[in-house]
């Protein structure tokens, strides 16, 4: 498991990347998220935030590398990946 990619789009207020990831295997993020933002609830991913860390964990259903991105907003941040 690798991150491959990774970039930080201001104007949207995103970060994407993409990861090498096996299937099968649990794959985690972490990502330290600025002052006030929270992840979504979501069906795909387990979400653990601990201060400012937001620790994202899923198990890939397939060995890929796999695009992702994280939306944040004030209050909320959104984790998606294809």
Same mark, same amino acid.
């Given at each position: !498991?690798?991150?491959?990619?990774? @970039? ?6 995103? +970060?994407?990347?993409? @990861? ?7 794959y985690e993020l972490r =990502?330290?998220?600025?002052?006030? +933002?929270?992840?979504?609830? @979501? ?9 400012? =860390? +937001? ?10 590398? !796999?695009?992702? @991105? ?5 209050g909320k941040a959104f +984790?998606?990946?294809?």
């Amino acid at each position: !498991m690798d991150l491959v990619f990774e @970039s930080w789009d201001a104007k949207a207020v995103t +970060l994407r990347g993409t @990861s090498r990831v096996v299937a099968g295997d649990s794959y985690e993020l972490r =990502i330290v998220c600025p002052e006030g +933002l929270e992840p979504v609830a @979501s069906s795909a991913f387990t979400f653990v935030r601990d201060g400012r =860390i +937001l620790r994202a964990t899923w198990n890939p259903t397939r060995t890929s590398d !796999m695009d992702w @991105s994280v939306a944040f907003q004030q209050g909320k941040a959104f +984790l998606s990946y294809q």
